[in-house]
């Protein structure tokens, strides 16, 4: 429990979420810029200078930046009551493990009353106040830790699986919807790159240069047909169960540890 709450969980969620968004980004950009090369000049490299160095710098810090303001989101404590599951009070024996808001209700309907509930919205802070108005400092005052978006899982990992009624579901299947965006660029981009490269193949001649430009071409398309595989592996699988597990077909909870930790990362490390 205490490692669901703490700042060391909340800390691993954004640090895996920043290098899982940094890394999709980051092929997407070189997909469209391999394209882009081998359509306009037939070849990868293009000119270094200045203007291509900035340029370079302003992607590679939008992305960075972009990924950062995605993982930590959820941690801000504007968005606590999206993003908000559960208050861990060590100190009440009676409210045992995480309490979510419905729990909550009944305790405070009890101790103070029906009328008084109405008038509060039962945001999370007026949660925390009537609570903390419940057991004053004359009594030993009470703790509380939030169990956050990252906590939902012990891997402490970003939130993909959720339920239909969850109130996270928005912001989790908004980042499934901009990583199949993603893996629908690579994917298109390398196809064209595989037709362009075929193209030159067979319209070179016979001899040592023609052999050469086709061995590298042969190479090129291998590691097209590869990284394209790997997006339609990991992918592709990952959004079906998450849909699946959002309309209540399948219950992937227990697997989400397993496909977060060996089948996305497949598709970064190649």
Known sequence: VGWLVSSYCSALGVISTVGSQIS???MTVLSITRFYRISQRLSIPGPVNKKSCVMVAFIV???????IVIAVIPLMPSFEETFNNALYLPDINFLRGFVTKNSFKQTLISYYGRIRLEVSSLSWNSIKLLISEMFTER?????????GFYGNDP???FKFFVSADDQQIAYSWSLLGTNFICF?????CYIAVFGITSTTSSSLSQGATGDLVRNRNMRLQRKISIIILTDLLCWIPFITISFLHTIGKIDASPWYA?????VLPINSVI
Not at 61 to 67: D, R
């Open 155 to 157: 891997v402490c990992l």
């Open 184 to 188: 629908g660029i690579i994917s298109i």
């Open 24 to 26: 999709l980004f980051s």
């Open 258 to 262: 397993l496909l977060s930790i060996l």
């Open 61 to 67: 810090a939008f992305i960075v930046g972009l990924s």
């Open 139 to 147: 009594y030993g005052g009470v703790s509380h830790q939030v169990l």
